[in-house]
């Protein structure tokens, strides 16, 4: 099966502290595509990063850092020294290689960012 | 330069009614696709369009029907609106159909049913 799991549902935490965000999906493919993006209350969705299968190479950009795990499953996302700015709605989303359907995501993780 | 644009942005409507959604990119892209969220913000995919060509049709209502004239125009129209259509329906196109570039998504239409 082909999932992808934001276990938190909800994450509260006080500005210029660092936040991760869990990711988990399963596929039994062995090329696979993981994104993130970001709703933030104005509705729109913003792509934010895309990782292969064959790249497990950490990537960071500015405050936004990213955990790619194969070995756990897991494509985790870390905001350091949160800001306001960062309160959204986070979307993990897994395409697998074969099979029809693509982009599968998660069901999101609403991170609150407080002054 | 708005990549991926869609019309209107909010629509208030009765049960019974039809309506359409209007959406179309200038990104070249090859799929199209039309998402709806729900009040949890779960995205929910509904149908996909590659090069015209129906791809992925999600056990939706038939109430609900894409067109798609041309590969930068993906259409919805819904028939005889129900209390439960009310929700955000986002339009996105990608670059492939394999999945490996990232969606690019427009801004979303508000559905309110009465």
């Known amino acids: 099966a082909q999932k992808v799991t934001q276990a938190q549902t909800e994450i509260s935490v006080v500005e210029k502290e660092d936040v991760t965000l869990d990711c988990v999906y399963e596929?039994?493919?062995?090329?696979?595509?993981l994104f993130w993006y970001k709703q933030p209350p104005s509705g729109e969705l913003v792509f934010l990063i895309r990782r292969n299968s064959f790249d497990e190479q950490n990537e960071i950009s500015g405050r936004y850092s990213w955990n790619f795990q194969k070995s756990t499953s897991s494509f985790n996302f870390t905001i350091t020294a949160s800001q306001v700015v960062d309160s959204a709605v986070y979307f993990c989303?897994?395409?697998?290689?074969?099979?029809?359907?693509?982009?599968?995501f998660g069901t999101g993780t609403r991170l609150k960012v407080l002054a | 330069d708005t990549a991926v644009s869609q019309t209107p942005k909010y629509l208030v409507t009765q049960m019974g009614n039809d309506k359409s959604i209007k959406c179309e990119q200038n990104l070249g892209h090859d799929t199209m696709y039309w998402y709806k969220q729900d009040s949890k913000k779960f995205l929910k995919i509904m149908f996909s369009y590659n090069n015209k060509e129906l791809i992925i049709n999600e056990t939706v209502p038939n109430r609900f029907s894409p067109k798609s004239p041309d590969k930068a125009h993906l259409n919805l129209h819904i028939n005889s609106l129900e209390l439960g259509d009310s929700a955000v329906y986002f339009c996105?196109?990608?670059?492939?159909?394999?999945?490996?570039?990232?969606?690019?998504f427009g801004n979303g239409t508000r559905l309110t049913v009465t």
């Open positions: 996105a196109s990608s670059q492939d159909r394999e999945g490996a570039s990232p969606l690019h």
């Open positions: 596929t039994r493919d062995t090329t696979y595509y």
């Open positions: 989303a897994l395409s697998p290689g074969s099979g029809t359907y693509k982009y599968i």
